[in-house]
């Protein structure tokens, strides 16, 4: 028996559908650090020689973070993870989060002081130093990766010493630089000054 002609069209539709619903690619979910970025955080500080200083140390710094893509996405934070450093050969794992969504991919850069009584930067003068920064990565930005990190490196060390002086002040450990990728410890960033000798590990 023949197939009645209004089967045989309502058929005909339905297989149309079926292809066309089939050559349509399927549309995955976005990434979520697309949309809301990652945490970066200080990881572990290793002291493999406390500062010159009698007692142990208190270590802060001072952290620049900017975006591999946007100019205008950067900032710049005080990180001050409430350690007290000796010589010993145990690392210290603060786990304390310096930025919440940024890209990953970024460039890091920072400055490690120690505290001696009382922190000398103030969040007044950490805002400061931000604005500066802001506008020295907008204007590096479009310079080669390796030579934007040291431009970015100078200018912080610059101005941290410019705030801090040169009396009686906490003490510069050194300054280094390292880029942030999701799900990833960075490499060693090693600070050596004022006697002491550290290596810094950031995660996300």
């Known amino acids: 028996m023949s197939m009645p002609i209004r089967l045989r069209r309502a058929l005909g539709a339905l297989a149309m559908l079926t292809a066309t619903v089939a050559a349509v690619p399927a549309i995955s979910a976005a990434p979520a650090n697309a949309a809301t970025g990652i945490s970066v955080r200080l990881w572990e500080i290793q002291c493999l020689e406390k500062s010159d200083v009698g007692h142990g140390d208190r270590p802060y710094f001072v952290v620049f973070t ?5 100019p205008d996405d950067n900032r710049t934070v005080l990180v001050d993870p409430g350690i ?7 690392p210290y794992y603060p786990k304390t989060l310096i930025a919440s969504r940024v890209p990953s991919g970024s460039l890091t850069v920072t400055v490690m002081v120690e505290q001696d009584d009382d922190r000398d930067l103030t969040l007044d003068q950490i805002q400061k130093i931000g604005d500066a920064m802001r506008g020295d990565y907008q204007k590096y930005f ?19 010493e410019g705030y801090l002086g040169w009396d009686d002040n906490d003490d ?4 280094s630089y390292a880029t942030v990728y999701q799900g990833k410890v960075t490499s060693s960033m090693s600070f050596t000054g004022d006697g002491g000798d550290y290596r810094i590990y950031y995660t996300s």
């Open 66 to 70: 900017g975006s591999p893509t946007n």
């Open 84 to 90: 007290i450093t000796t010589d010993r050969p145990l």
């Open 142 to 160: 479009l310079k080669p990766a390796g030579e934007r990190a040291g431009l970015m490196r100078a200018a912080l060390r610059s101005y941290v």
């Open 172 to 175: 510069i450990l050194g300054d």
